[in-house]
């Protein structure tokens, strides 16, 4: 039976060992994800002067993935998928490194804001596709510490460098908007539904507005 979803190559080996899809049972009439790898970039490379936002998209998406990861730790123990004054720590902690880094505080705690709760928005709707299809409940829990902690590590300081790089392109207005819908569009094309949403939350806040 074909999985409902892939996640990104980030996390696609870990995930694989550790949910399991039954042999019978409905499927989410969700569309295959396809990893990160595969998908498509705007035009050009992503990040290059025709595409200055898609290596941030490709980021946000790879730091989405592992929510996967993180729901099937979770689900079933009382660890909860709100964790306020964790989430707090990782913003006060980006915040602190973003003016070494030529990053505006509240842009770049603003951007992780926005990854955390679109990381959520991945738990909430496994939950709920597990609970209604028990059949693709995980079949053990992985350890966060080992699978989830170094991607996030690495990913940090590589999406505060991307915040720099695109400060500009940020900063662009109507230009900021469609250069990030063209961007988008492209790299959400593979994802379920599920990660589409996710991705529109994770994004939310790349273009800053005029002051």
């Known amino acids: 039976m074909k999985k409902w979803w892939t996640p990104g190559l980030a ?15 409905q499927q989410p009439a969700s569309p295959a994800s396809t990893p990160l790898s595969s998908a498509p970039a705007a035009s050009g490379q992503p990040g290059a002067a025709a595409d200055p936002l898609g290596g941030l998209v490709a980021l946000a998406i790879e730091r989405i993935d592992t929510a996967d990861l993180v729901s099937a730790a ?11 004054a964790r ?4 913003l006060n902690a980006v915040a602190a490194q973003s003016p070494g880094m030529g990053v505006s505080p509240a842009e770049s705690a603003q951007f ?3 990854q955390i709760e679109a990381n959520k928005v991945v738990q909430r709707g496994l939950y ?3 609970n209604a299809h028990p059949t693709l409940r995980p079949a053990t829990k992985p350890d966060l510490t080992t699978t989830v902690r170094p991607v996030l590590d690495r990913l ?5 460098q991307q915040l720099r790089a695109t400060t500009a392109a940020r900063h662009g ?11 988008s569009a492209a790299a959400a094309a593979p994802l379920d539904q599920l990660h589409r949403d996710a991705l529109a939350v994770a994004l939310h806040s790349v273009c800053v507005p005029s002051p």
Not at 11 to 25: D, E, I, R
């Open 112 to 114: 992780f804001r926005d």
């Open 128 to 130: 709920q596709q597990w």
């Open 173 to 183: 207005g109507d230009r900021c908007t469609a250069q990030l819908g063209q961007a």
């Open 11 to 25: 996390v696609s080996a870990a995930l694989g060992a550790v949910l399991l899809v039954g042999a019978c049972g």
């Open 74 to 84: 979770k689900f079933g123990t009382p660890q909860p998928i709100d964790d306020p």
């Open 156 to 160: 940090t300081p590589e999406i505060m």
């Open 87 to 90: 989430e707090q720590q990782v």
